[in-house]
């Protein structure tokens, strides 16, 4: 069984919307299974999922992470976590797994490609591969609202909103796609 851990920080659930039908695509594709879960933060009495430890980094066949935008950027409690995982680096704990991003932002140009970008970068430090979300997902070229070739992503226009079919097609698309490319790795 091939675990791809969903690693998320959430302060209003869109992320955490958005991992959870990640993982339902992932879940639905034979022999992978999802592990939700999210970074200690001030938030985190609010959530009903696990913190993350290194022992999931180390059992984990790939790892997807989410975070909302904080001005382009990932939020600070998921840079804090990776920010300790030096000895992960050094050991090549993430070496040659399949890596992935998500966002949420509350405006639609409130930076959701460059948080993608910038939270691909301690992926990249880990030696890992990444995987994104390409064109043939019909979604992508129909959404007025989130997803991108980086990864997915919801606008919630600074609202407590759900996300659009749109999104959640992307989500679900984006998590069988990575839990196929995994078991092709692990075969």
Same mark, same amino acid.
């Given at each position: 069984?091939?675990?791809?851990?969903?690693?998320?920080?959430?302060?209003?659930?869109?992320?955490?919307?958005?991992?959870?039908?990640?993982?339902?695509?992932?879940?639905?594709?034979?022999?992978?299974?999802?592990?939700?879960?999210?970074?200690?933060?001030?938030?985190?009495?609010?959530?009903?999922?696990?913190?993350?430890?290194?022992?999931?980094?180390?059992?984990?066949?790939?790892?997807? +992470?989410?975070?909302? =935008?904080?001005? $382009?950027?990932?939020?600070?409690?998921?840079?804090?976590?990776?920010?300790? &995982?030096? %000895? *992960?680096?050094?050991?090549?704990?993430?070496?040659?797994?399949?890596?992935?991003?998500?966002?949420?932002?509350?405006?639609?140009?409130?930076?959701?490609?460059?948080?993608?970008?910038?939270?691909?970068?301690?992926?990249?430090?880990?030696?890992?591969?990444?995987?994104?979300?390409?064109?043939?997902?019909?979604?992508?070229?129909?959404? +007025?609202?989130?997803? =991108?070739?980086? $990864?997915?992503?919801?606008?919630?226009?600074?609202?407590?909103?759900?996300? &659009?079919? %749109? *999104?959640?097609?992307?989500?679900?698309?984006?998590?069988?796609?990575?839990?196929?490319?995994?078991?092709?790795?692990?075969?």
């Amino acid at each position: 069984m091939n675990d791809i851990l969903i690693l998320y920080y959430s302060k209003n659930d869109s992320t955490k919307r958005m991992a959870r039908v990640i993982a339902r695509g992932v879940e639905s594709i034979t022999n992978t299974s999802a592990v939700i879960r999210t970074v200690k933060s001030h938030h985190y009495k609010d959530s009903d999922d696990l913190l993350v430890s290194k022992d999931n980094l180390k059992s984990c066949s790939g790892m997807i +992470i989410g975070s909302p =935008t904080h001005f $382009g950027n990932m939020a600070a409690p998921l840079k804090e976590f990776f920010d300790n &995982t030096t %000895e *992960e680096w050094l050991n090549n704990t993430l070496e040659n797994k399949l890596g992935g991003v998500f966002t949420s932002t509350s405006s639609m140009h409130g930076g959701q490609e460059t948080t993608l970008l910038s939270m691909m970068l301690p992926l990249l430090h880990h030696g890992m591969i990444l995987a994104g979300v390409p064109y043939s997902e019909k979604a992508l070229s129909t959404t +007025i609202s989130g997803g =991108t070739p980086y $990864g997915p992503s919801h606008v919630s226009n600074n609202q407590k909103n759900e996300l &659009t079919e %749109e *999104e959640k097609k992307i989500c679900l698309a984006y998590g069988k796609r990575f839990a196929m490319i995994v078991n092709n790795m692990n075969s």
